[in-house]
């Protein structure tokens, strides 16, 4: 392939394609810049099929390269990138969620897509550029794709800006990522990621109006690539029909998995099939899992290649199943309506030692979220090629295997934790106070103790009941909801608070979190091609609608944060120094400051503002800390008296004694008594306790004493 250039003006820059085949090996790949932010994309597809899957083997990795960003970062002793940041996680996430629902359905070779950011400009981020960059190496490629998809970054304050930078997205009303596809109905919605400060549910329907046109535009500039130099695609071969054998399943399935799905006595429990992420349910003791272990006994005369064919038609005869009560008779797997809420339960103050807990349940669903206050200098330090600086409020979400009932190895943290941690994290941040105000350090661990769908939900809601639990001053209280969808192509249905048989048969998963006045973050994944105006738009007012449903259970367990902080979280006090005092606060190698630290069993923190943090486990030993500082930085004045000067060293004309903890002043021989003295040592020796009177401050700063007219004073 030789190569070739295109371009496309797109809000504020260009946006230039290069299809020079630098990964000769790849079955496509791409160059794409914008400003001068720089991604390379690659798309690989395995010669051979895997066999006795029943998931479609896709990885996409997102990789930063410090190089990109001009500069040395990682261990002294490694200097090189390790384990992708929190950030690149996110992004590989992103660009899945929009790629994945566009292959084809049964597809079950290894496809691995690699997208690497070569080059950061600083202003324009590689999340929709490697999105854009990964679709078009798709499309152009020979591996079979039902593409492509495109995205747009959207953030609002005055007015609304197609992709901003990383200082108008901080500033911004709600910054979006919107990705979408073309459609006979237009652009339909695909994929949405975004952050938003109590946004309105108008202003984000604005905002995808904004996107779509842009969107189309980079849709279509990728059709144009590929009607150039787009491969043939590689024809996958599809298994023949064995129509006996789908017969003989469906004969011997009639009605029994309807029986199941709609008279379980356990219906909250369901289960859909033995291997599922949700276990249980059952109807009189018995299971789908039971099912199909006794489909696969009715099979067992079979080869195995049968055998896992006749499986395969079980799950998609509890698909359509699922899919036909929801859309002909609005009738969910448990029973519920479908704009209606699980039972909720919430508590607080769950452990006695934590400075704050908070538990939320919805059905089956149980997050334990347990909150702790640090200092300001217990803060993340993040570093990687976007994002340096400190992170002072963190949310981590665990997910052990013993909420699913299972048992599986444990694991590091994974992509699922870290994403489904910093949605909670999104849509908690704009609610916590700012440092002035509330000096503290803030992390939420939520445990996820039960899961049958929306633990990411759960875990919002439960980690907002821990911070009021905490005492920590929020805005507003957030909750959190997952919706669902099911649809045949034209008829729809919008389900409220999907569990998991709805998670895994229906065609949507949309998050939305926020208080009563808006949205805080939102998150969506489909099955299905894309998403219309219409449904967005009903979706959302349904989730607004059971977000305040959410939000008033939990207000009626605790109101509003209390007033006091825990009794064993640190206790911090902030005041502030002249910048050009700190030297004498930290002393010659950091000795004064040690010895405070030390003495007072405190952490201290200045910033080079002069702002002085103090943290201490005991208020007294803090406010010790706080007055030992006060008094170093404090200026003496002339006329002062202090009764209990301590005498530090004697010299031949006089003696220095010390009035403030690191002042000293010097009482000259004169000034030490109303007679002639011969000695210092005559009147004073060194510790001695004894009154003194500040009688001058010399243009240099000396401080000069008097004890005689300290005592003529008393």
Not at 2 to 24: C, D, H, M, Y
Not at 234 to 247: A, N, Q, T
Not at 483 to 494: A, H, N, P, R, S
Not at 682 to 700: F, L, N, R, T, W
Request: glycine content about 8%.
């Amino acid at each position: 392939m030789e190569e070739k250039i295109f371009k496309l003006e797109i809000g504020p820059k260009i946006l230039e394609v290069n299809t020079r085949p630098l990964a000769k090996n790849a079955n496509g790949s791409v160059l794409v810049k914008y400003g001068d932010t720089t991604v390379l994309a690659t798309c690989v597809m395995s010669k051979k099929p895997l066999e006795g899957i029943d998931f479609f083997p896709l990885t996409v990795e997102y990789s930063e390269r410090y190089y990109a960003a001009g500069k040395i970062l990682g261990s002294r002793f490694i200097r090189r990138e390790g384990r992708p940041t929190d950030e690149a996680v996110l992004i590989s996430r992103i660009i899945d969620r929009a790629l994945r629902p566009l292959f084809p359905k049964d597809l079950n070779y290894e496809v691995q897509i690699i997208i690497t950011c070569l080059s950061w400009d600083g202003e324009n981020d590689p999340a929709t550029l490697g999105l854009f960059a990964a679709s078009l190496g798709l499309l152009i490629s020979d591996i079979p794709w039902n593409g492509p998809t495109a995205a747009v970054r959207v953030s609002k304050n005055d007015q609304m800006k197609l992709f901003p930078n990383y200082q108008e997205r901080e500033e911004s009303v709600y910054d979006l990522i919107a990705a979408g596809v073309d459609s006979d109905k237009g652009v339909l919605i695909n994929m949405i990621d975004g952050q938003a400060k109590e946004a309105s549910e108008q202003s984000i329907f604005e905002a995808f109006d904004f996107a779509k046109p842009e969107i189309k535009k980079l849709l279509d500039l990728q059709k144009e690539i590929c009607e150039k130099i787009g491969k043939e695609k590689i024809k996958i071969e599809e298994k023949p029909s064995d129509k006996d054998l789908e017969e003989s399943v469906k004969k011997f399935l009639a009605g029994k998995i309807e029986q199941v799905l709609t008279t379980s006595t356990v219906k909250d429990n369901l289960s859909t099939y033995q291997d599922s992420p949700v276990r249980g349910g059952a109807c009189n003791g018995f299971s789908l899992s039971d099912l199909k272990n006794e489909l696969k006994d009715f099979l067992k005369d079979q080869d195995q290649e049968k055998l896992n064919y006749g499986v395969s038609l079980f799950e998609k005869e509890i698909e359509k199943t699922f899919e036909e009560n929801i859309l002909n008779n609005e009738k969910r797997p448990d029973g519920r309506k479908l704009d209606q809420v699980r039972d909720l339960s919430c508590e607080v103050g769950l452990l006695p030692r934590t400075h704050g807990c908070g538990m939320f349940s919805r059905g089956e669903t149980s997050a334990l979220s347990i909150l702790t206050l640090g200092s300001p200098s217990d803060h993340k330090l993040m570093e990687g090629m976007e994002v340096r600086g400190k992170k002072r409020f963190m949310h981590h979400y665990n997910f052990p295997p013993y909420c699913t009932g299972e048992v599986k190895p444990i694991r590091g943290t994974g992509r699922r934790e870290i994403g489904h941690g910093m949605l909670g994290e999104k849509a908690i941040l704009p609610m916590i106070p700012d440092i002035e105000d509330f000096p503290y350090t803030i992390r939420i661990v939520s445990e996820v103790l039960s899961s049958n769908g929306s633990s990411s939900m759960a875990s919002t809601c439960a980690a907002s009941l821990a911070l009021m639990d905490a005492g920590v001053p929020i805005k507003n209280p957030v909750a959190g909801i997952a919706m669902g969808l099911v649809t045949d192509g034209e008829k729809y249905k919008i389900l409220t608070d999907i569990q998991g048989p709805e998670d895994h048969h229906g065609h949507m998963d949309f998050k939305v979190a926020g208080t009563k006045n808006g949205v805080n973050a939102i998150q969506l994944d489909v099955k299905t091609l894309g998403l219309t105006k219409e449904i967005l738009e009903e979706t959302m007012i349904k989730a607004k609608k059971a977000r305040e449903e959410i939000l008033a259970k939990m207000q009626s367990v605790i109101a509003e944060p209390r007033k006091e902080l825990s009794q064993y979280a640190p206790r911090i006090f902030v005041f502030s120094i002249k910048p050009e005092k700190i030297r004498e606060v930290i002393g010659s190698g950091g000795k004064v400051i040690n010895e405070i630290i030390d003495t007072c069993g405190v952490t201290i923190d200045i910033e080079d503002s002069g702002k002085v943090f103090i943290t201490g486990e005991k208020e007294e030993a803090a406010k010790k800390a706080m007055d030992w500082i006060k008094n170093i930085v404090r200026e003496v004045k002339a006329g002062e008296f202090f009764p209990q000067g301590k005498v530090k060293r004697i010299l031949d004309f006089g003696a220095f004694v010390e009035i403030l903890p690191g002042q000293e002043g010097m009482v000259h021989i004169s000034q030490l008594a109303d007679r002639r003295v011969e000695k210092v040592t005559d009147v004073v020796s060194v510790g001695d306790i004894i009154p003194v009177k500040v009688i001058s401050i010399d243009q240099q700063g000396r401080i000069n004493l008097s004890l005689k007219e300290a005592k003529n004073k008393n």
